[in-house]
């Protein structure tokens, strides 16, 4: 069966929004695919506000999440896929929900390492991959 992330994550959205509260997202900011203002990722993630205000056309679908939006300025578009999306909460509140962390497909997994160890450039150490919080956390942001 197909992920339940996308479905759960839009039925969240139009009940915050129903509920006159602002639509977050937390988002695994290294998750491949993941196109996001990199200066904003912090401990690996990034926080977003999906309001219709906020962002422009926005787009929950099964496999990514995509809008435009303004970041210091400058207009980008961003993409989450579904598996980057770790929680949907309203900001007023904190009312929503996290996600499991899922597993990295073999897809996703680093080209050309194995165990760590580059078989391409034995000189060079291998970029060591970002710590991983065993659970996320929300916050309340005033």
Not at 84 to 98: D, H, P, R, S, T
């Amino acid at each position: 069966m197909t992920s339940s992330r996308s479905y759960i994550a839009r039925a969240l959205y139009e009940w915050i929004l129903d509920n006159d509260c602002t639509p977050y997202i937390l988002v695994d900011a290294y998750r491949r695919g993941v196109e996001v203002p990199q200066e904003f990722v912090k401990d690996g993630q990034i926080v977003l506000n999906i309001s219709p205000t906020a962002v422009r056309a926005l787009n929950i679908g099964n496999d990514y999440i995509m809008f435009d939006g303004r970041f210091g300025g400058r207009a980008l578009t961003i993409t989450v896929p579904v598996p980057a999306l770790m929680a949907i909460y309203a900001q007023e509140n904190g009312q929503g929900m996290v996600f499991e962390a899922e597993l990295l497909d073999e897809q996703e997994e680093v080209e050309g390492f194995e165990d760590g160890v580059s078989d391409q450039d034995p000189d060079k150490e291998p970029p060591q991959p970002p710590k991983k919080p065993g659970r996320p956390h929300l916050k309340v942001v005033k």
